[in-house]
């Protein structure tokens, strides 16, 4: 069963923390603060915990389905979580050290530039998440409820 009120709740945190951060970094001293800092490392651990958890419980379950349909885009979503990791990955290592959780901002105007694409790259995947995958997972738990109740 996948628990959608915990990934609701995740898509929120994420979707308020990121409004917030993107808010605060317009002034380049507030991206010197330790609440920023902080923020940003919440944003960094809610992502990767998110994007783990739909991998596992929802497109884990539809690429097991015999319909073809929920299957393949179970596939494009997994295809894309590895593109979004990699994009990720590459945009910490330019913006900050995660052993010392500490931002590195040589450049202002670059770093707010590749923030709101990359912030504006997860939200736009929890918007895809919500319109196409949690309506094939809750079809898929309804039909094994109607099979099982036969």
């Not at 800092?37 to 419980?57: C, G, I, P, S, W």
């Not at 393949?72 to 990791?85: Q, W």
């Not at 945009?91 to 900050?96: F, G, I, S, V």
């Given at each position: ?5 915990r990934c ?107 923030t ?16 196409n ?18």
């Amino acid at each position: 069963m996948v628990d959608f009120a915990r990934c609701h709740e995740q898509n929120h945190k994420i979707t308020e923390i990121s409004n917030v951060f993107l808010y605060l970094i317009r002034e380049r001293a507030m991206c010197d603060t330790d609440c920023a800092r902080q923020l940003f490392f919440e944003y960094v651990t809610k992502v990767r915990q998110h994007m783990e958890t739909v991998d596992a419980q929802f497109c884990g379950r539809l690429i097991q389905s015999q319909d073809r349909t929920m299957a393949n885009t179970a596939d494009r979503f997994l295809s894309g979580s590895v593109e979004i990791k990699r994009i990720f990955a590459a945009y910490l290592k330019d913006w900050c050290d995660e052993r010392k959780r500490e931002l590195k901002i040589a450049d202002h105007a670059a770093f707010v530039e590749d923030t709101n694409q990359m912030f504006g790259l997860v939200l736009d995947r929890i918007q895809r998440e919500t319109e196409n995958l949690y309506p094939l997972i809750r079809r898929l738990e309804e039909g094994a409820g109607q099979t099982a109740a036969a």
